[in-house]
């Protein structure tokens, strides 16, 4: 499900080529990638919380399945900036969080004795990811925009067949005002998942290194074309990051099992910021696509490290609510960040300025990290010796 998924999802990484076909300023291309991920990390929140009381996850991925297609098509065809605003909006609620769904459905899964290797999983998105944002800009190339909305509306097909196969985790939708008093609430879930200071420390820490590349990925597909790419080329620079991300998730069982999570953490934080640093130091586009491949030491890393610690340290029943609130935070907030301060920078800066800039946002959360790591190792050994 999650390689179906992403494979419509991989249409996406087209957004912001389709807005500078448009003749759209750099700062609204910022802008409106900052309203989809607003509303995405406002709305995901709710939507755990409704997974976690009806077990509603595979409803949502078939609801995603036939927004891709539709919504883009209206983004094509659309040409003035409240249009654009208004899809860019409604996308952000349907598609792009229904991405970090997946940990949750999986966690509820596994809680129930299932045993599904979320990197593994994961892994196959990316790789589906990769291969269709090459299909997809041969697609463009070749077809123009009607080859990205008809591979859409296939893969968003699959989707929804292949999500009818899932097995539904067994907590039914409460038959009784009673028993619904029982499931957890918004506010209830919310508060614990954020009564615990190590684990917010790693998701701020998160949404600090992902702010950086979030600046850098909302423009990349541009970033591109600026630096001469065709649309086939835009596409390969896509299957490059996504493809980078395979191995990592795949075998990041293997690797956790080896390194501790400090160690991946730290190591996948501070990939962040080198990510940007190269990115903005490409004098070609081969390069700019040659520098995307740290997304598998970074991005490829940082996810299952993220789903695997909210997995081990929140009470079960607010699972689905908890991965959703790390990945809004660590994955959609830093978006809503990275996209605005992008923007912003974009006005007095060239994007590569900008991506040498916002990688300073990145380096902040592997300090950040590394400061809290070093604080309790000290304040754990003080406590040894009285």
Not at 156 to 176: D, E, H, N, W, Y
Not at 353 to 365: H, M, T
Request: charged residues 5%; glycine residues 8%; contains cysteine.
């Amino acid at each position: 499900m999650q390689g179906s998924f992403f494979a419509a999802y991989a249409g996406t990484s087209f957004f912001s080529y389709i807005l500078l076909k448009k003749e759209i300023p750099n700062v609204y291309i910022g802008l409106l990638g900052a309203l989809t991920s607003c509303s995405s990390t406002v709305i995901q929140p709710i939507w755990g919380i409704l997974c976690d009381r009806y077990r509603c996850h595979r409803v949502f991925y078939i609801i995603s399945s036939l927004a891709i297609p539709l919504l883009y098509l209206c983004i094509i065809r659309s040409n003035s900036l409240p249009a654009l605003a208004f899809c860019a909006l409604l996308s952000g609620l349907f598609i792009n969080c229904i991405q970090n769904m997946g940990s949750g459905w999986i966690s509820s899964l596994n809680a129930e004795g299932y045993h599904i290797n979320y990197g593994a999983s994961r892994s196959c998105g990316s790789l589906a990811f990769a291969v269709m944002a090459a299909v997809f800009g041969w697609a463009v190339q070749s077809l123009g925009y009607s080859g990205l909305v008809g591979g859409m509306v296939l893969c968003g097909l699959v989707c929804m067949a292949v999500s009818l196969t899932i097995p539904k985790s067994s907590g039914q939708r409460p038959a009784s005002p009673d028993a619904a008093s029982t499931a957890p609430g918004l506010a209830e879930g919310i508060r614990m998942v954020t009564g615990q200071r190590e684990y917010m420390v790693v998701v701020w820490s998160g949404f600090l290194a992902m702010s950086g590349i979030a600046g850098v990925n909302s423009y990349f597909s541009a970033y591109l074309a600026v630096l001469g790419a065709s649309a086939s080329a835009v596409g390969l620079g896509n299957f490059t990051y996504a493809i980078a991300e395979v191995p990592f998730l795949f075998l990041f069982k293997h690797l956790s099992a080896r390194f501790s999570f400090r160690a991946l953490f730290t190591m996948s934080l501070l990939a962040h910021g080198l990510q940007c640093v190269l990115v903005g130091l490409s004098p070609n586009y081969v390069c700019a696509i040659l520098s995307m491949l740290l997304q598998g030491v970074s991005f490829g890393t940082l996810a299952p490290c993220l789903q695997q610690y909210t997995t081990s340290h929140i009470d079960p029943r607010y699972i689905s609510t908890a991965q959703l609130f790390t990945s809004a935070v660590s994955l959609s907030a830093s978006m809503i960040a990275g996209s605005l301060l992008a923007s912003a920078l974009s006005r007095h800066f060239p994007l590569s300025v900008v991506f040498l800039l916002i990688s300073l946002v990145s380096f902040s959360g592997c300090a950040l990290y590394s400061l809290y790591t070093i604080y309790t190792t000290h304040s754990s050994a003080s406590r040894k010796c009285c």
